[in-house]
């Protein structure tokens, strides 16, 4: 009844307070394991690029010629299915003695050791191979972006625009669409600053991206102006989007492709890991979380590059609130201020000229004690 309904009313508004309190902040990633991320990922997009344009004319090749890639029956009317899905209105004549094996096939294209490394061995394990290399871009975007999930997932082919910046000459900047403020399916564009880094990851991607659309389309056919980034594994599907010209795919935030490339870049946890996450977050009982225990792989998620990237520019002092505030499109300062919380306890990420971590007597901590003296001295005036 109406007069009684201010009781359940007060337990609902005790129990949201209570949920509110046991809330956690997302975890931080711990200096250690996110120089190794980024290194790794780094090295391993290094490794790739070399491959990049062979496994292009592999990929184009493979979808037009059913003698490559082939030593049985069995695989040569399996590639007939593949190459009628593009070329419907092609005809093959069965000649066992122009098939090529999957090793001399690999060879003639100069990508073996590529292959193996991965352990692929069947044209349907090509996706994976570039599925693994996606999310490493992925996770580096977000690494020198501090973007959301959301604001990755949607970004264009090309989102690479660079804008001067008085002093500091030209700089790399991100083009991708909000999803807070969606309006006809994130129709509002804004930019992200970036780095070098963030712009070779996204250079990676996008041949990456030409890899999944021939797989779907001629080899003749021209790439579309209006794509993605990220397409989707299956381009000749129905878009059922529609801001794009090609379906975007889902593929690359799953727990078991990022659990693989956690694995593949070494990501375990040791005992410093721990210590530094007790020294910013002394309030917060990691040994109850078996996620967080010494040996395990670190559990990694989008969000965590969100919040490390904060509270390793607030900690660094070079950053200012209202400039985070810009970058993460953020509506008030207080959620800024949030997502950099006890920053100052937060090991600092950055090194000198030598490669040596920049000790307190630095310049940068110099001026911080100047700005603090001179926020003391305004106060007592």
């Known amino acids: 009844p109406e007069d009684a309904q201010h ?28 120089a190794i991320l980024i290194t790794g990922a780094l090295e391993k997009l290094n490794a790739l690029e070399s491959h990049l344009p062979k496994l292009e004319a592999f990929v184009k090749a493979l979808y037009a010629d059913p003698n490559l890639f082939c030593s049985t029956y069995g695989e040569w009317c399996n590639n007939i299915a593949r190459i009628k899905r593009l070329y419907p209105d ?145 381009s000749d599907r129905q878009n059922p989007q529609g801001h794009y010209a090609l379906p975007i795919s889902h593929n690359l935030w799953g727990t078991d492709e990022w659990t693989n490339a956690v694995q593949s870049l070494g990501l375990v946890i040791e005992q410093d890991d721990i210590d530094e996450l007790v020294t910013f977050d002394a309030f917060r009982n ?47 300062a207080t959620m800024t201020a949030y997502y950099g919380e006890n920053s100052s306890y937060a090991q600092s990420f950055l090194i000198d000229e030598e490669g040596n971590p920049i000790e307190s007597a630095s310049i940068l901590s110099a001026f911080r004690d100047e700005k603090q003296f001179n926020a003391s001295l305004l106060l007592h005036e």
């Open 90 to 234: 092609s005809e093959f004549t069965l000649d066992k003695s122009m098939w090529v094996s999957k090793f001399e096939t690999l060879r003639r294209y100069g990508i073996c050791a590529l292959f193996a490394e991965h352990g692929i061995d069947t044209v349907q394990k090509i996706p994976t191979l570039i599925n693994y290399y996606q999310v490493l871009c992925v996770m580096l975007i977000h690494a020198f972006s501090g973007m959301r999930r959301s604001e990755v997932h949607v970004m264009p082919y090309d989102p690479i625009i660079h804008q001067a910046a008085k002093g500091f000459g030209d700089l790399p900047v991100f083009v991708s669409h909000l999803k807070k403020f969606e309006q006809a399916n994130y129709s509002r564009a804004l930019t992200w600053a970036t780095s070098q880094e963030g712009v070779y990851a996204v250079q990676i991607a996008q041949q990456l991206a030409r890899l999944d659309w021939f797989r779907n389309r001629p080899a003749n056919e021209a790439f579309p102006d209006n794509a993605p980034l990220w397409i989707s594994p299956r």
């Open 286 to 332: 990691w040994d109850d979380d078996p996620r967080f225990s010494v040996g395990n792989l670190w559990p990694l998620t989008s969000h965590q590059f969100r919040r490390s990237v904060a509270v390793y520019a607030s900690r660094s002092g070079m950053v200012s609130l209202p400039t985070l505030k810009t970058q993460y499109k953020h509506l008030s």
């Open 7 to 34: 009781y359940p009313q007060m337990l609902l508004q005790r129990l949201k307070k209570e949920k509110l309190v046991e809330k956690k902040q997302t975890p931080l990633i711990p200096t250690r394991l996110f």
